[in-house]
């Protein structure tokens, strides 16, 4: 079920509200482009998926007017301990600026921690995330986490820059990242709604269950042959430190890069600090295991493909400034500006995110353009929502994703089931490309938040 909100009634701080009536007035006035006049999405020239990480819905826009977010939760299950006891207050990490006496439901980290500082690191894997999940009781959160009580943390929707665009355009507010854990295997799904295989991996690094199906010994290799946690590709750029008996083979299943290229549509994968990496002087906070096409033998080193597609931020805002950008591109910025807790502040990578949005919407593929910022999982926060169970994969808790467009409906929560799989279904759809498998093509369909009839 979709629920329109007024634009008139969003009590964000005024900045957001500023932002809004503006970004109103300036697209009812931009001239209209030619080829808009379909009406429907053959209208969308341009899809660009800005991939941010590890926020829950309820962690960033729990407050949001009109969402299903944190007001909906005190009737959620409270977390729980080992035992099975409610906890009394929250447990924390020694030496973290959080107090012992919190109680047992969510709280303001920028009281102790302010935004512009990154907060600790909290676990996000594959097997813990389940286990958080408890079969949808979401009351695992803390139990399980390395950072205990900070996954009950959240911040004021009202303070986070890219909240203003959220309420100007769509905000998807049942949107869950596709696969259970961390970064590595939800890349994986972005591209190819698949996880990747290992066979005969070492068994060092090979997780062991009992025969109940409980997690005995974690590692990053399922015990049937798939690579779940971060892993590194036997591709170039990978850690200089990484066992060479560690890295994941190429891969040959296809991807949304592969489809695009059978029907003739060019795509680019831009990545903060690509170049640096690919000369072997990476920055420090580089995440290999964020170049999901790098593990794959279409794209492998020495390829033409490789560099007709894998490319640097950089390449991104020259081409949006130049009118010259593909029909998909990915953006991942690189780890300072990607809002990942332990090394990334919020409001930083929300300021950059507000950089490459507004490259595009001031450059000439604006028009026709479609401009999907997501997150690529939880990060380990807790939200109150319990994810729908598609298959052993996923999906997993709810991220926050937000619609920018001169299609997008304006001011609208979309309550729609919907998973980062929708965005390969939409770019499917758009250009009339096969499924790469039942999870893509079962998605929820993120057309849901258009109105093709507007004009820019």
């Known amino acids: 079920m979709l629920r329109r909100r007024s634009r008139f009634m969003l009590p964000l701080a005024a900045i957001a509200a500023a932002a809004f009536a503006a970004?109103?007035?300036?697209?009812?006035?931009?001239?209209?482009?030619?080829?808009?006049?379909?009406?429907?999405?053959?209208?969308?020239?341009?899809?660009?998926?800005?991939?941010?990480?590890?926020?829950?819905?309820?962690?960033?826009y729990g407050e949001f007017p009109g969402a299903e977010g944190l007001a909906a939760s005190t009737t959620s299950p409270k977390q729980i301990?080992?035992?099975?006891?409610?906890?009394?207050?929250?447990?924390q990490v020694a030496g973290q600026p959080y107090p012992t006496t919190l109680p047992n439901t969510p709280f303001d980290i920028a009281l102790y921690n302010p935004p512009t500082i990154p907060h600790l690191d909290l676990v996000h894997r594959y097997y813990q995330e389940q286990i958080q999940i408890d079969g949808g009781k979401m009351d695992k959160f803390v139990q399980i986490s390395d950072a205990e009580g900070l996954s009950?943390?959240?911040?004021?929707?009202?303070?986070?820059?890219?909240?203003?665009?959220?309420?100007?355009?769509?905000?998807?507010?049942?949107f869950f990242h596709s696969a259970f854990g961390g970064s590595f295997l939800n890349h994986q799904f972005l591209i190819a709604a698949a996880a990747p295989t290992?066979?005969?991996?070492?068994?060092?690094?090979?997780?062991?269950?009992?025969?109940?199906?409980?997690?005995?010994?974690?590692?990053?290799?399922?015990?049937?042959?798939?690579?779940?946690?971060?892993s590194y590709s036997v591709n170039a750029p990978h850690p200089a430190s990484a066992p060479a008996?560690?890295?994941?083979?190429?891969?040959?299943?296809?991807?949304?890069?592969?489809?695009?290229?059978?029907?003739?549509?060019?795509?680019?994968?831009?990545?903060?600090?690509?170049?640096?990496?690919?000369?072997?002087?990476?920055?420090?906070?580089?995440?290999?295991?964020?170049?999901?096409?790098?593990?794959?033998?279409?794209?492998?080193?020495?390829?033409?493909?490789?560099?007709?597609h894998?490319?640097?931020?950089?390449?991104?805002?020259?081409?949006?400034?130049a009118g010259t950008l593909p029909a998909v591109?990915?953006?991942?910025?690189?780890?300072?500006?990607?809002?990942?807790?332990?090394?990334?502040?919020?409001?930083?990578?929300?300021?950059?995110?507000l950089e490459l949005i507004n490259a595009v919407r001031n450059g000439p593929n604006w028009n026709d353009a479609v401009i999907i910022i997501t997150y690529d999982e939880n990060g380990g926060f807790w939200d109150h929502v319990s994810p729908p169970l598609k298959d052993k994969w996923g999906p997993g808790s709810r991220v926050p994703t937000i619609i920018i467009s001169p299609f997008a409906k304006k001011g609208f929560v979309n309550s729609n089931s919907l998973e980062t799989l929708s965005i390969l279904?939409?770019?499917?759809?758009?250009?009339?490309?096969?499924?790469?498998?039942?999870?893509?093509?079962?998605?929820g369909d993120l057309t849901s938040s258009f109105d093709f009839t507007q004009k820019p």
């Open 81 to 91: 301990s080992a035992n099975g006891t409610v906890y009394t207050t929250l447990p």
């Open 198 to 230: 290992f066979p005969n991996a070492p068994a060092s690094v090979v997780a062991v269950l009992d025969g109940t199906g409980k997690l005995v010994t974690d590692g990053f290799v399922t015990p049937d042959g798939f690579a779940v946690n971060t």
């Open 23 to 60: 970004g109103c007035a300036k697209d009812s006035s931009t001239p209209t482009n030619a080829n808009n006049a379909t009406g429907d999405i053959k209208s969308v020239n341009h899809v660009v998926v800005i991939y941010l990480e590890n926020r829950s819905f309820d962690n960033t």
């Open 245 to 308: 008996n560690q890295l994941v083979p190429n891969q040959t299943n296809p991807t949304i890069g592969d489809r695009l290229n059978d029907a003739g549509v060019n795509w680019a994968w831009y990545s903060g600090g690509w170049n640096a990496a690919l000369a072997g002087n990476p920055d420090p906070l580089f995440q290999f295991h964020h170049q999901p096409f790098a593990y794959f033998a279409k794209y492998a080193d020495g390829t033409a493909l490789k560099a007709a």
């Open 425 to 443: 279904k939409f770019i499917e759809a758009r250009w009339t490309l096969p499924a790469l498998g039942t999870r893509d093509a079962g998605a």
């Open 152 to 174: 009950m943390g959240y911040y004021h929707t009202s303070i986070l820059p890219l909240a203003a665009e959220a309420a100007k355009y769509t905000l998807c507010d049942h």
């Open 329 to 353: 591109s990915f953006v991942k910025p690189i780890g300072a500006n990607n809002e990942h807790g332990g090394y990334a502040d919020i409001l930083t990578g929300e300021n950059h995110t």
């Open 310 to 321: 894998l490319k640097d931020e950089t390449d991104f805002m020259t081409a949006a400034a």
